[in-house]
């Protein structure tokens, strides 16, 4: 009876850790990477503490010069001045909120609608022109908002309807804004369509769907995650929009939210109200936070997928 055979034992080797199911990394590379990822939001996070202890400071019209998370004589004083009255012009803080979020919504939704449309037929129709159409698109979506300023500025004013001006509104910003915006959302959701397989337009068409029928109850519901994408980016276009604001606009009831912040910057460091200016960004950038949050699954799988063809 012979003996039986028995296995190499293999000796012990350092614990490995398994990334994507394609790379192993030691545990010291593991530690190595986590305190670079600690860094990183140390990096990012510092000036969000500031701003926040900045906001808590009582003294408001010294100049920052430390960072102390939570200062002395800590109070939320500086967001209720501001809430009272951010600016000497004789407007309410929810009136320039009213401002921004309508310019916000008129540019999200514009931007959407037109968006899709012309995504969808530039990724499924073929017509003439089709790709010089999509060269312009592109080149001015290269052209920063700057540039577009003063014609922009030449052909609003021009549109008068007996004392209402067109240039001088709230609906004109917004126009304008969507102008720059537009050729960004044709671009995301066309790379966003072109994913979308045609076999299941093809079986819609064969159960009697016509053209319209399928992109309504095929493409769109498929298209959710760049709608969402879009839909942000327009948004934050919008409610943070100071350039054509400060250009257009004269009538302080018009004003924005980034005009009041603006506002309260002086001549000099030292003669702006630090802690009222913390706090009104604060209040202005929370909004905007909270629809990135609610939109966050959709906004990571809309720019990853979209981002793939174009």
Same mark, same amino acid.
């Given at each position: 009876?012979?003996?039986?055979t028995?296995?190499?034992?293999r000796?012990?080797? +350092? *614990? !490995? ?5 394609? +790379?192993?990394? @030691? ?11 600690? *860094? ?15 906001? &808590? ?19 939320l ?19 320039? $909120? ?11 939704? @514009? ?18 022109? +089709? ?7 592109? $080149?001015v ?11 922009l ?20 910003? *917004?126009?304008?804004? @969507? *102008?720059?915006?537009?050729?960004f ?12 397989? !045609? ?9 009697? $769907?016509s053209?319209?029928?399928t992109? &309504?109850?095929v ?9 969402a ?10 409610? @943070? ?11 302080? +009831?018009?004003?924005?939210l980034?005009? $009041?912040?603006?506002?309260m ?12 200016f913390a ?26 997928v ?5």
């Amino acid at each position: 009876m012979t003996a039986q055979t028995l296995p190499r034992v293999r000796p012990a080797t +350092r *614990a !490995r850790f398994r990334i994507g199911g394609r +790379r192993t990394i @030691t545990p010291g590379q593991q530690v190595v990477l986590q305190l670079l990822c600690l *860094a990183i939001t140390a990096t990012v996070l510092f000036p969000l503490a500031w701003v926040v202890s900045m906001a &808590l400071d009582p003294r408001n019209v010294s100049r920052p010069t430390g960072l102390d998370l939570v200062p002395p004589g800590a109070t939320l004083d500086a967001f209720a001045r501001v809430l009272a009255k951010p600016t000497l012009n004789p407007v309410s803080f929810w009136e320039l $909120a009213r401002n921004s979020l309508e310019i916000a919504l008129i540019v999200s939704i @514009t931007s959407i609608v037109l968006g899709v449309l012309a995504a969808y037929a530039f990724s499924r129709l073929r017509f003439t022109g +089709r790709e010089v159409l999509m060269l312009g698109i592109l $080149a001015v979506l290269m052209l920063p908002a700057v540039a577009t300023i003063a014609p922009l500025f030449v052909s609003l004013n021009k549109i008068q309807i007996g004392t209402f001006n067109l240039r001088n509104s709230i609906p004109g910003v *917004a126009l304008a804004v @969507t *102008a720059g915006q537009l050729p960004f959302a044709i671009w995301n959701m066309k790379g966003y369509i072109d994913t979308i397989p !045609r076999e299941l337009e093809e079986a819609a068409a064969v159960d009697g $769907a016509s053209k319209f029928q399928t992109f &309504l109850r095929v493409i769109l519901p498929l298209s959710t995650p760049v709608i969402a994408v879009t839909a942000f980016f327009g948004f934050l276009a919008g409610w @943070t929009e100071f350039y054509f604001s400060w250009t257009f606009l004269n009538q302080p +009831r018009d004003f924005t939210l980034s005009m $009041a912040l603006n506002g309260m910057v002086g001549q000099y460091a030292g003669s702006t109200p630090w802690s009222d200016f913390a706090a009104f960004a604060i209040l202005v950038a929370l909004p905007v936070s909270v629809v990135y949050l609610y939109l966050q699954k959709y906004i990571i799988s809309g720019l990853t997928v979209g981002g793939v063809k174009g």
